[in-house]
């Protein structure tokens, strides 16, 4: 009998060589494992009724009649058949992800090791907001309820000699794109790269889609390194969820200096002040205005073309501007050659500059001019109804979808992307093909395999509140949800 805790341990008894190093396999690509399954004693009765624990995010009502939504345990029962089935699942996923933080942290180690002095590599990430805080007691009196916050984006950048830990403070709290490079902006400016002879320039980052793993950041990256005096670069993104360390450990630095700030007598009432606090630590701190961030020029995200697979992307690579090459892992291994190499298959984009850059009517950075259905991401089934979801990406932002939550339809509107899953914000059923928005916004994550189908634009007004999807969509989904 099998047993172990250990997850790296269970993916190894699916892999040749019981190794975590090999990418096919790991992947579940590789001819002579992919079939492998976790090791079970042949002794059991399959068809035995089981229970077990699973992670499942769940809507939970509390007695303020909130809503919540929280990740839980929750029972399962069925036969021990399909628990081996659900355990051979999770081993699938686990696998890749393994494999994707594994093989990202090594290259990265790879290049940190081997920097030419034609190189410059900056580690960054957003730290969480710091909280204003006076040196009185009467803060409440001056904040009230809504308390002001200075955002921090931290950093390192390595050169061939040199290690230089950096943070940018801002009053204005955006994270996005035009956030992103209106904090590198002194950084380049101090570090004045061109001028030292470095011409490669490497980023890494964690992923998250609304600031560094999307189309917008693509472009400007593509365009901006040019600007600042580069020939060519990467942008590396860590597997989500583990793209913290270093820069992480500069914002808990720039954190506790201000808080001892505080507790000496000072106030810290605006990014001014935290950078002021931060004056005499090895950090190089510097503060952005929100006109910074501002004059940092937006292109309208719908025209800019997507780059494929943005979700799965790890490494997108740029030699001339407005073209980027992205590919699934990162590699370096011939990355000062100004054709690099083609391990892991780059898939080339082109941006189309004059489309991007023309004027659009709307102003606002978040404005999606469009809802049209992407092409490459969905399929239409048989009945001509339902729109399947093929592949998570960013495109589907902004879409309109009827998702299932326990056996049940729910029309709602796509907020956020990852790899697999999509976050929905439903509207509530008052009846059949009925919805209404609840007072409380109801937003969960949900699996790809949960849309059951996405939609031309919102559920039709038939009365003041009340809404209803597309009659003859209704009825395929009811087909389909045997219902
Ligand atoms: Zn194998
Ligand atoms: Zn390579």
Redesign the pocket.
Same mark, same amino acid.
């Given at each position: 009998m099998y047993t172990s805790q250990n997850v790296d341990d269970i993916v190894k008894t699916v892999? @040749?060589?019981n190794s975590l190093d090999?990418k096919? @396999?790991m992947y579940r690509e @590789?001819?002579? @494992?992919?079939e492998?399954k976790v090791p079970k004693s042949n002794a059991i009765d399959m068809g035995k009724q089981v229970k077990w624990r699973m992670w499942k995010n769940r809507r939970i009502e509390t007695e303020k009649k909130t809503m919540l939504t929280q990740v839980i345990r929750e029972v399962e029962s069925g036969t021990l058949e399909t628990l081996d089935s659900e355990v051979n699942k999770e081993v699938e996923r686990a696998a890749r992800h393994i494999f994707n933080i594994r093989h990202q942290y090594k290259a990265m180690a790879f290049l940190k090791d081997n920097m030419t002095e034609q190189e410059i590599f900056i580690h960054m990430d957003f730290s969480e907001n710091y909280n204003c805080k006076l040196q009185s007691e009467i803060q409440s009196m001056h904040f009230g309820a809504s308390q002001r916050q200075i955002s921090i984006h931290t950093g390192i950048a390595y050169t061939k000699e040199k290690l230089w830990p950096f943070a940018t403070v801002s009053d204005c709290l955006l994270h996005s794109p035009a956030g992103i490079w209106g904090h590198l902006y002194p950084i380049f400016d101090c570090l004045k790269p061109s001028e030292h002879g470095q011409t490669i320039i490497h980023f890494l980052s964690d992923g998250p889609t609304t600031q560094y793993r999307n189309k917008t950041n693509m472009f400007l990256f593509s365009t901006k390194i040019f600007d600042f005096g580069f020939q060519s670069g990467t942008w590396n993104f860590l597997e989500a969820g583990h793209g913290k360390g270093a820069a992480d450990g500069i914002g808990a630095v720039v954190k506790r200096t201000g808080d001892r700030h505080v507790l000496a007598g000072h106030d810290i009432k605006c990014a001014a002040d935290l950078k002021n606090a931060l004056k005499d630590s090895s950090i190089h701190v510097f503060e952005v205005t929100e006109s910074d961030i501002m004059a940092i020029e937006i292109p309208t995200a719908a025209n800019i073309k997507a780059v494929p697979q943005t979700m799965r992307i790890h490494q997108v690579t740029a030699t001339n501007p407005g073209i980027v090459y992205a590919r699934e892992l990162s590699c370096f291994c011939n990355r000062l050659n100004v054709n690099g190499c083609s391990c892991f298959k780059p898939v080339m984009t082109v941006f189309d500059k004059d489309k991007i850059l023309e004027k659009s009517s709307c102003d606002d950075l978040n404005c999606i001019t469009t809802n049209q259905i992407p092409e490459n991401t969905i399929k239409e089934t048989l009945s001509g109804y339902l729109t399947k979801v093929i592949v998570v990406d960013e495109d589907l932002i902004g879409l309109w979808a009827v998702v299932e939550y326990d056996g049940l339809p729910y029309p709602g509107e796509i907020l956020d992307v990852d790899e697999n899953d999509v976050e929905v914000k439903v509207m509530h059923k008052i009846g059949q093909n009925r919805f209404f928005w609840p007072l409380i916004p109801d937003i969960l994550w949900y699996e790809k395999k949960k849309v059951v189908t996405l939609l031309d634009g919102p559920p039709e007004k038939v009365t003041g509140r009340h809404c209803q999807v597309h009659p003859d969509v209704w009825r395929a989904i009811e087909a389909e949800m045997d219902l």
């Open positions: 892999t @040749c060589k090999i096919e @396999c @590789c001819k002579n @494992c992919k492998s």
